[in-house]
């Protein structure tokens, strides 16, 4: 098992920065790969960035490529998603999630474990 929660969002306007953290615990967190996903209201979830258990790989939808980081730190048991130039379209929100296999990982049944998600307002 793996527990999740998110943390950081909240309200900020266009052109700023969020970063937000998803802390982890139960099963050695270096064993898992991460994902970010969002849903937006009246909104499917979509996927919005992807590291591989050690960091070496990650991948973005192309509507935040360039704008978001997605990175871990495995000594802390905690992912991280930067997200600067934030627009009003990034209002949703913020799930992490947890997978224990390898391949692909766009897709919400990828992932085995999920966080109760954080919300990010950008007002314009």
């Known amino acids: 098992q793996v527990q999740l929660v998110e943390s950081g969002g909240g309200l900020v306007q266009a052109g700023d920065s969020l970063r937000l953290s998803c802390a982890a615990s139960?099963?050695?967190?270096?064993?898992?790969?991460m994902g970010w996903f969002r849903q937006a209201p009246g909104k499917d979830r979509e996927f919005v960035a992807f590291?591989?258990?050690?960091?070496?790989?990650?991948a973005y939808a192309d509507s935040v490529k360039g704008r978001f980081t997605i990175s871990r730190d495995n000594a802390k048991n905690t992912a991280y998603l930067q997200m600067n130039s934030l627009t009003p379209e990034d209002t949703a929100v913020y799930y992490c999630?947890?997978?224990?296999?390898?391949?692909?990982?766009?897709?919400?049944?990828?992932?085995?474990?999920w966080g109760q998600g954080t919300q990010v307002t950008v007002s314009s």
């Open positions: 999630a947890a997978k224990l296999g390898s391949g692909i990982y766009a897709y919400i049944s990828a992932y085995e474990y």
């Open positions: 139960g099963r050695t967190f270096s064993s898992v790969a």
């Open positions: 590291i591989s258990w050690s960091g070496s790989r990650t």
